[in-house]
Nanobody, 121 residues
């Protein structure tokens, strides 16, 4: 299996930016499709973004299109979520996810511990 560790969360002002990182270990990183989910207080876990094993295909949920970008660096065994023009409604715990085939809106095999993102108004 793969172990996932997120970092880069924190407190930012409305309109600010953060870059989340997810470092993977345990197997060859390029073996896994990767993604990001988030869970806000009182809400279900929500799909945010996904990227294919080779990085050529990405997807984003509608609420973050134009503001967030997912990318990966297989040489560094790391996936990133660049978050720009953050809004208070983006406040959530963000989770890194991995799957041997594909990360979808409803599935992933492996999960990180989460990192808190708080956007103040």
């Amino acid at each position: 299996q793969v172990q996932l560790v997120e970092s880069g969360g924190g407190l930012v002002q409305d309109g600010g930016s953060l870059r989340l990182s997810c470092a993977a270990s345990g197997r060859t990183f390029s073996y896994y499709a990767m993604g990001w989910f988030r869970q806000a207080p009182g809400k279900e876990r929500e799909f945010v973004a996904a990227i294919s094993r080779n990085g050529y295909t990405t997807s984003l949920t509608d609420s973050v299109k134009g503001r967030f970008t997912i990318s990966r660096d297989n040489a560094k065994n790391t996936v990133y979520l660049q978050m720009n023009r953050l809004k208070p409604e983006d406040t959530a715990v963000y989770y890194c996810a991995a799957d041997r085939v594909v990360v979808t809106r409803s599935q992933a095999e492996y999960w990180g511990q989460g990192t808190q993102v708080t956007v103040s108004s």
